[in-house]
């Protein structure tokens, strides 16, 4: 029979036995269990120099963590849970028995939430082992104290304890990461403390005594922190193991000063104002007061120092002192400590570290290992947002909310309880998004979950354009799927009615190709927002607002006689590729707030790999959303990021003060990219007759556009070399204002100079060209269609005979060929006679219609060919010039 040899502490069940014989090939100690891997018998060290997997050093603790968390699975260990299990009424009588069952439970949460928080962390191998020491070193201490030296008083573990013995963890480490932020991480879905005796195996589970279950559950976030902060243990740890009763800030801000490479400045200025302003950093106080941890109301001070100091120094500076942080010193030779921690201390060795070695361990990490830490979003940059902006109505908007188009129902549902959740408090949904009743249950339960109020949330939805005939009906409806009893703010979703039906969303026209739209004297925007204003008193929505509306827009609306109400918000597409500066100072002067929808360019957020972008985002040491969300911010907008992943949720809320100099470069990434990513093919129409303006004067020109307009032309068209716009927009604009007519009802063209209208009329009919455009759906817009200068067109026998069978005049055949053909005619005149009888055309048969064309076909006449001064001929179909 093999004999027991001396070797490490078993640990399964915390059995301290370190007794081990070969039993089948494996190693079983005093007490029965099994061990998988392979013990250095006869190490006299606990921790020796040889761990599992081969790994030096650290390993052993780390396995029997994991051996106990179930992931193992010996037989013997399964022999023990049976038969626990069936002595388990037995077993719930004893009260020791329990405390060990209750600090093994506590081990295996403990080794799961290490392994969260270094996943979290996104520590790496190494950092990962080094955290796990800490953890260790922590957690034998505590049952040193409360389980091996078996105090009289019985000690439950609880499992606010546990969180504390993490978080000490943590803050040993120096890592970035303070108690709130640590209590939240808690909190995360992911790892769910308030029932966590459900991280055990289920056999474990069952010998909890139900009077005992308690121990494992905690409540709400509040009293949460109130019980961890009064427990009787942990003000002794903090008081007697980390901490003094009052914090002694002076080294923990040298500290954070140095590690961030500030300037020592900084320390003689926090200190100033702790002194001036009296600040007390006694924990006494938190306890009883729940006041801010001592450690955190330090941070926010230093926060706010650091910035007066760099507002009250040059920006070059602030640079200088950027790039240093971010190269960081690599030349710091760690070679030695670094062994010395990963491979030449045992267990013992951190056990026994006084506070020296502590701390040297401390700066180390910091130095070394803590700047290489990739954290997704930067802690100590990057906060959640918080900025709120107050409406035109009194009521407060959080800047950043979450947007949900293109979530559907489960992944909304999600993304929406996780932003809540993360600490987001404000949402955009629209009825169009068909998600209202995701988001409206995701409200719910966050609202029962968290015992929060519906105040405390800000909702949007959107009218869809179908229903602004019945606003009050739309959103009642839309109230019903969010179940709520009102949203604080009902948008406008597009100035643009389309046919009546609350059965169908994007009624088409007839060819299927567009919107089927309601024509705008019918009803349009004003009278949508008219029936939309009395929705506020009946108690439906906080406020009204618009959205996807442009200046001209607005401005019309606003002048209208019954339009009472300044609408809160105008939600429109802004981005870094679309910056709508002039809106957005337009929309400031009316009081009303942007709100920025697809902040990161939509589907695929493009914006995200832009060059600026990136390099910021680096600079800044966050992602790139980041830095576009906050961009959004510092313009003082709302912004709406949408996203249906936790991760990117999460990090979306967290945001950055850029410096007003990487602002203004964010502002100039439109000059080289400019989109618009959202653009509905709604169809505009194009009326078939349009005033055209070449080669008159500036009066003549305004005199003719009045006129035109007058008449009942919709359609005008200017170009750049015209050199006429100032006056055809002189005459547009006074006729709007003179006839309040919308700018919608007009249309428009100007040309880009060189651009490509093209010269056509019975002299010149060019087939050819017509079907190739017919083919490719161009439309074609004729110039010269009475052949320019002197109307030669007029003077053709064959039109002439025409015209005269028909009772019109020669202008209008040709005008009339030209729109029969499908094309849009641009007639020139300034006479109010000849404007008039032009936008007056007939119908003309397939016949008449041939008969014209041949005229050109037969000889072809070009009156427009200017002299480029190049051998080729421009119009040669030959020529690709
Ligand atoms: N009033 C209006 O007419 C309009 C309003 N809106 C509103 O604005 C909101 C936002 O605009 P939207 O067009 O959705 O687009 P966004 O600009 O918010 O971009 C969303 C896209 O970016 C991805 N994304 C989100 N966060 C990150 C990140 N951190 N890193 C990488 N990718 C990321 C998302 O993917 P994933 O979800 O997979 O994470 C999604 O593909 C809408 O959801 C809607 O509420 C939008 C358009 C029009
Ligand atoms: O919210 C919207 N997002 C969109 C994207 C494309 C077209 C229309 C819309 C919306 O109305």
């Known amino acids: 029979m093999a004999r027991y040899s001396r070797g490490q502490v078993c640990g399964v069940d915390n059995c301290p036995s370190r007794l081990w014989k070969r039993v089948n090939g494996q190693n079983v100690c005093q007490y029965g269990h099994v061990n998988e891997f392979d013990i250095e018998i006869d190490d006299e060290d606990d921790m020796g120099n040889t761990g599992a997997a081969g790994i030096p050093g650290i390993g052993d603790f780390s396995r029997r963590l994991t051996n106990v968390a179930g992931l193992t699975s010996s037989q013997i260990t399964r022999d023990k849970v049976d038969q626990l299990s069936s002595k388990k009424i037995q077993t719930r009588k004893y009260g020791e ?164 490479y500030l300037s020592m400045d900084i320390v003689r200025l926090v200190k100033n104002y702790i002194i001036i302003n009296k600040i007390d950093f006694s924990f006494k106080e938190c306890i009883n007061k729940y006041h801010v941890h001592p450690e ?77 830490v990739k954290i997704y979003t930067n802690i100590e940059y990057a906060y959640s947002c918080s900025k709120v902006y107050k409406l035109n109505t009194g009521a407060e908007i959080p800047a950043l909310g979450l947007g949900t188009w293109q979530s559907p129902d489960e992944e909304c549902f999600n993304a929406v309880y996780t932003a809540l959740t993360a600490g987001y408090r404000h949402i955009d949904t629209a009825r169009v998004y068909q998600n209202e009743e995701a988001v409206g249950n995701a409200i719910a339960k966050y609202l029962k979950d968290t015992d929060t109020s519906r105040d405390e949330i800000f909702v949007t939805t959107k009218l869809w354009c179908t229903e602004v005939q019945d606003p009050k009906r739309a959103l009642t409806e839309s109230l019903k799927r969010l179940k709520l009893d009102y949203v604080d703010l009902y948008l406008m979703h597009w100035p643009v009615t389309m046919s009546p039906t609350f059965n169908e969303l994007f009624p088409k026209s007839k060819d299927g190709k567009s919107a089927l739209l309601i024509d705008f004297n019918e009803w349009n925007y004003v009278n949508t927002y008219k029936a939309m204003q009395p929705l506020i008193e009946l108690g439906l929505t906080k406020a009204i607002g618009i959205s996807n509306f442009n200046i001209p827009k607005i401005e019309y609306l606003l002048s209208q006689p019954d339009v009472t109400v300044i609408p809160a918000c105008n939600q429109v597409e802004i981005h870094p590729f679309l910056p709508q500066q002039d809106l957005i100072d337009y929309c400031k002067s009316k009081e009303i707030l942007v709100e920025c929808y697809s902040p990161l360019g ?57 410096s007003s100099a990487d602002v203004a470069e964010i502002d100039q990434v439109s000059k080289t990219t400019t989109q618009r990513v959202v653009n509905p093919p709604w169809g505009a129409e194009i009326p078939a007759v349009g005033l055209g303006t070449w080669k008159c004067t500036d009066e003549e020109c305004y005199n003719a556009v009045k006129s035109a307009l007058n008449s009942g032309y919709t359609h005008i068209d200017t170009a750049r070399v015209y050199q006429n716009e100032i006056a055809v927009g002189k005459a547009i604009n006074d006729y709007l204002i003179e006839t309040n007519t919308p700018r919608e009802k007009l249309f428009i063209t100007t040309k880009l100079w060189s651009c490509n209208q093209i010269e056509m009329h019975p002299f010149l009919p060019q087939d050819n060209l017509l079907n190739y455009c017919k083919d490719k759906n161009i439309l074609i817009q004729c110039y010269s269609p009475l052949g320019s200068t002197g109307a030669p067109i007029l003077k053709n026998e064959i039109l002439n005979s025409i015209a005269l069978n028909k009772n019109v005049s020669t202008a209008c055949i040709a005008l009339s060929w030209g729109i029969e053909r499908g094309t849009v005619v641009l007639p020139k005149s300034v006479n109010p006679i000849r404007i008039a009888s032009n936008i007056k055309t007939i119908n003309l048969t397939p016949k008449e219609i041939s008969i014209i064309s041949e005229i050109g076909e037969k000889n072809p006449k070009r009156v427009n060919n200017p002299k480029w001064g190049i051998s080729s001929n421009i119009f040669d179909e030959n020529s690709t010039f």
């Open 97 to 260: 028995d329990f405390k060990k069952l209750q600090a093994k439970c506590f081990q295996i949460i403990l080794a799961k939430n290490s392994k969260f928080i270094i996943e979290k962390l996104n520590l790496n191998k190494e950092q990962g082992k080094l955290y796990f020491s800490i953890v260790k070193l922590l957690w034998i201490k505590t049952l040193d104290r409360h389980l091996h030296k078996k105090s009289t008083k019985s000690t439950n573990y609880s499992i606010r304890f546990l969180v504390l013995i993490n978080y000490l963890a943590i803050i040993q480490m120096n890592l970035p990461l303070y108690l709130s932020d640590f209590i939240s991480l808690t909190f995360d879905k992911k790892f769910n403390i308030e029932r966590c005796e459900y991280a055990l195996p289920r056999d474990l589970r069952i010998q909890i005594p139900f009077s005992q279950l308690k121990s494992f559950h905690s409540h709400s976030t509040f009293n949460y922190i109130s019980i961890l902060i009064k427990d009787q243990f942990c003000r002794e740890i903090i008081e007697s193991n980390i901490l003094e009763s009052k914090l002694n800030y002076y080294p923990l801000l040298t500290r954070i000063t140095l590690n961030l």
């Open 296 to 372: 955190l109301k330090l941070i926010s001070i230093f926060i706010i120092c650091t910035k007066i100091y760099f507002m009250n120094n040059s920006r070059k500076q602030y640079y200088q002192w950027h790039q240093k942080y971010l190269l960081n010193d690599s030349k710091f030779n760690s070679v030695d400590l670094k062994k010395r921690i990963l491979f030449k201390s045992s267990f013992k060795d951190l056990y026994n570290w006084n506070n020296q070695q502590v701390d040297e361990f401390c700066d180390f990490y910091n130095k070394n290992i803590l700047p290489n």
């Open 602 to 658: 939509s589907t695929g957020a493009p914006l995200l790999k832009n060059e600026v972008i990136i390099q910021l985002s680096e600079k800044y040491s966050v992602s790139p959303a980041c830095i576009v969300i906050s961009w959004a911010i510092a313009r003082d907008t709302v912004v709406l990021p949408k996203s249906v992943h936790d991760v990117r949720i999460e990090s979306n809320l967290k945001t950055i003060e850029l």
